[in-house]
C-alpha cells in the first residue's frame, strides 16, 4: 500500500515561494536604434575619413539600466568590417565630444578587446556595468584601422559625432576632432532592465526622422513621445527620410527592413507605422498617373500595411497604423486632387475596423479644418509636408499612452 501523503503536503511540493513568483525577470531591452542605410551624395565621409581614426557618436536612449551593451552595423559593407577598439561613456555635453569624468567604459567582444563584422551583419558588444539613467547621452567610440568597404550608416542622425585620428576611444575629450551630423555603423543600444518589456518602434520616412530637426536638440515627435512616457517604454526611431512602402529609394523599401529594423529589436511590443506619402508623391511628381496607376498605388500601399500588421501580429506586436498627413501645398511633388484621393482611400482603409490593431489619427491632427488638403500652418515647417517643430509636439500629444502599455 502507498504511504498516505496529506493534500496539504502535495500541494506544497508544487507551490511558488510569494517572493520568487512576484520577482520580475531581468532581461535585454532595445533603448536606442536607428535605421540603417546606403548614404549618398554629401552623406558620404570623404575616402579616408576612417582610416585610423576614432568615431565618437551621441545617442539617447530613453529607457535606463545598471548595464549596458552595443551593436555595431556592417549592413550594407562590402567586405569585413574590422573595429580594433571601442568604449561607451555618458556624454558630458551632447553638442560636444566630452565624457562625464570616470564613465568610459572599454567594450569588449566575447572577451576580445577587437571585433570584426562580416559583410550584411551586426555585432553585439559584452554586456558592461554602467548606470544608464533614461534620457541620459551615451558617447560610443570606435577606432577604425581602416577605411569601411562599404558604409552604413543613418544620415539623418539628428546629433553631431566626431572624428579624430588615432585610437582615442578612451579619451574625455576629442581636441581638434571634426564633426558630422551623421552616424556611421551604430545601429543600437540595449539595457538589461527588470522591467516588462514594453518597447515601441516607429518606423517611418522623414516625419518619423525628424526632417527639419536642429542636431542635438532631441525635438523629433519620437523623443516628445518618449518624454511623454518618461522612461517607462522605450521609443525607437526606425525613420529614413525619402522611406517608401514599395520601392526601395532612400534606404531600401519598408517591407525589405523590417525584419532587421523592427522584429530584430529586443523587448519590443508595439509598432507604429507612418510611412506612404513618399510612395503617392512620387507616383506623380514626374508626370501624370493613369486611373488604372492610381488604383494600383491605393491597393499596392494598403496590401503593404497588411501584410505588416500580419507579420507584426505574428511577433506579438500591437500594430497600430498612422493615417497619412496632408500636403496638398507640397511644391516637389506638387500633388493633385487624384493624389488627395489616393491619400483619403488609403486612410479610409486604415479607419476602417479590423485592417489594423489601432488607428493613430495624424491627419486628423494635423490638418487644416478648412482646407483638410493641407497642414494645419502652425504644424507646417514651410513646405507643406513635414511639420515644424510644434506640429511634430502635436502628433506626439495625440498619442493615447493607453494604448501603449
Same mark, same amino acid.
Given at each position: 500500500?502507498?504511504?498516505?501523503?496529506?493534500?496539504?503536503?502535495?500541494?506544497?511540493?508544487? #507551490? @511558488?515561494?510569494?517572493?520568487?513568483?512576484?520577482?520580475?525577470?531581468?532581461?535585454?531591452?532595445?533603448?536606442?536604434?536607428?535605421?540603417?542605410?546606403?548614404?549618398?551624395?554629401?552623406?558620404?565621409?570623404?575616402?579616408?575619413?576612417?582610416?585610423?581614426? @576614432?568615431?565618437?557618436?551621441?545617442?539617447?536612449?530613453?529607457?535606463?539600466?545598471?548595464?549596458?551593451?552595443?551593436?555595431?552595423?556592417?549592413?550594407?559593407?562590402?567586405?569585413?568590417?574590422?573595429?580594433?577598439?571601442?568604449?561607451?561613456?555618458?556624454?558630458?555635453?551632447?553638442? @560636444? $565630444?566630452?565624457?562625464?569624468?570616470?564613465?568610459?567604459?572599454?567594450?569588449?567582444? !566575447?572577451?576580445?578587446?577587437?571585433?570584426?563584422?562580416?559583410?550584411?551583419?551586426?555585432?553585439? $558588444?559584452?554586456?558592461?556595468?554602467?548606470?544608464?539613467?533614461?534620457?541620459?547621452?551615451?558617447?560610443? $567610440?570606435?577606432?577604425?584601422?581602416?577605411?569601411?568597404?562599404?558604409?552604413?550608416?543613418?544620415?539623418?542622425?539628428?546629433?553631431?559625432?566626431?572624428?579624430?585620428?588615432?585610437?582615442?576611444?578612451?579619451?574625455?575629450?576629442?581636441?581638434?576632432?571634426? !564633426?558630422?551630423?551623421?552616424?556611421?555603423?551604430?545601429?543600437?543600444?540595449?539595457?538589461?532592465?527588470?522591467?516588462?518589456?514594453?518597447?515601441?518602434?516607429?518606423?517611418?520616412?522623414? &516625419?518619423?526622422? !525628424? /526632417? !527639419?530637426?536642429?542636431?542635438? +536638440?532631441?525635438?523629433?515627435?519620437?523623443?516628445?513621445?518618449?518624454?511623454?512616457?518618461?522612461?517607462?517604454?522605450?521609443?525607437?526611431?526606425?525613420?529614413?527620410?525619402?522611406?517608401?512602402?514599395?520601392?526601395?529609394?532612400?534606404?531600401?523599401?519598408?517591407?525589405?527592413?523590417?525584419?532587421?529594423?523592427?522584429?530584430?529589436?529586443?523587448?519590443?511590443?508595439?509598432?507604429?507605422?507612418?510611412?506612404?506619402?513618399?510612395? &503617392?508623391?512620387?507616383? @506623380?511628381?514626374?508626370?501624370?498617373?493613369?486611373?488604372?496607376?492610381?488604383?494600383?498605388?491605393?491597393?499596392?500601399? +494598403?496590401?503593404? /500595411?497588411?501584410?505588416?500588421?500580419?507579420?507584426?501580429?505574428?511577433?506579438?506586436? +500591437? *500594430?497600430? *497604423?498612422?493615417?497619412?498627413?496632408?500636403?496638398?501645398?507640397?511644391? /516637389?511633388?506638387?500633388?493633385?486632387?487624384? $493624389?488627395?484621393?489616393?491619400?483619403? #482611400?488609403?486612410?479610409?482603409? *486604415?479607419?476602417?475596423?479590423?485592417?489594423?490593431?489601432?488607428?493613430?489619427?495624424?491627419?486628423?491632427?494635423?490638418?487644416?479644418?478648412?482646407?483638410?488638403?493641407?497642414?494645419?500652418?502652425?504644424?507646417?515647417?514651410?513646405?507643406?509636408?513635414?511639420?515644424?517643430?510644434?506640429? /511634430?509636439?502635436?502628433?506626439?500629444?495625440?498619442?493615447?499612452?493607453?494604448?501603449?502599455?
Amino acid at each position: 500500500m502507498r504511504p498516505f501523503v496529506p493534500l496539504i503536503a502535495v500541494a506544497a511540493l508544487f #507551490a @511558488t515561494p510569494a517572493s520568487a513568483a512576484s520577482a520580475t525577470r531581468c532581461s535585454w531591452q532595445a533603448a536606442w536604434a536607428s535605421a540603417q542605410m546606403v548614404p549618398e551624395g554629401n552623406n558620404v565621409l570623404a575616402a579616408g575619413t576612417l582610416t585610423d581614426a @576614432t568615431l565618437r557618436q551621441i545617442v539617447r536612449p530613453s529607457i535606463g539600466g545598471a548595464r549596458v551593451r552595443v551593436r555595431f552595423s556592417n549592413a550594407f559593407g562590402r567586405a569585413p568590417l574590422r573595429i580594433d577598439a571601442a568604449t561607451v561613456g555618458r556624454s558630458a555635453d551632447n553638442a @560636444t $565630444s566630452r565624457l562625464v569624468a570616470g564613465s568610459v567604459r572599454a567594450l569588449t567582444f !566575447g572577451g576580445a578587446g577587437a571585433v570584426t563584422v562580416p559583410p550584411g551583419g551586426e555585432w553585439l $558588444s559584452d554586456p558592461v556595468t554602467l548606470a544608464t539613467p533614461a534620457f541620459a547621452d551615451l558617447a560610443i $567610440s570606435a577606432h577604425f584601422p581602416a577605411e569601411p568597404d562599404g558604409a552604413t550608416s543613418h544620415p539623418g542622425s539628428r546629433a553631431t559625432s566626431w572624428i579624430a585620428k588615432g585610437d582615442v576611444t578612451a579619451a574625455p575629450d576629442l581636441s581638434g576632432a571634426t !564633426g558630422t551630423d551623421h552616424w556611421f555603423h551604430l545601429s543600437g543600444v540595449e539595457v538589461e532592465r527588470c522591467a516588462a518589456p514594453t518597447g515601441i518602434v516607429a518606423f517611418g520616412d522623414s &516625419i518619423t526622422d !525628424g /526632417y !527639419g530637426v536642429q542636431p542635438n +536638440t532631441n525635438a523629433r515627435w519620437t523623443d516628445v513621445l518618449a518624454r511623454r512616457l518618461g522612461g517607462r517604454a522605450a521609443v525607437l526611431n526606425a525613420g529614413i527620410g525619402g522611406n517608401r512602402l514599395l520601392l526601395d529609394g532612400l534606404g531600401p523599401n519598408a517591407l525589405a527592413r523590417l525584419d532587421r529594423d523592427v522584429f530584430g529589436q529586443a523587448g519590443i511590443r508595439h509598432l507604429i507605422v507612418l510611412e506612404g506619402v513618399n510612395d &503617392i508623391g512620387v507616383l @506623380t511628381r514626374d508626370r501624370p498617373a493613369t486611373p488604372a496607376e492610381h488604383r494600383a498605388l491605393v491597393a499596392g500601399i +494598403t496590401g503593404a /500595411y497588411a501584410q505588416i500588421v500580419a507579420r507584426g501580429r505574428a511577433h506579438g506586436l +500591437t *500594430v497600430h *497604423v498612422a493615417t497619412i498627413m496632408p500636403f496638398a501645398s507640397n511644391a /516637389y511633388y506638387h500633388p493633385g486632387a487624384d $493624389s488627395e484621393a489616393d491619400r483619403q #482611400a488609403i486612410n479610409a482603409w *486604415v479607419r476602417a475596423p479590423g485592417n489594423v490593431d489601432a488607428v493613430i489619427d495624424f491627419d486628423r491632427t494635423m490638418r487644416d479644418p478648412t482646407r483638410p488638403d493641407r497642414l494645419l500652418k502652425a504644424f507646417d515647417s514651410g513646405d507643406g509636408l513635414h511639420p515644424s517643430i510644434s506640429g /511634430y509636439r502635436a502628433m506626439a500629444q495625440s498619442i493615447d499612452l493607453n494604448r501603449l502599455r
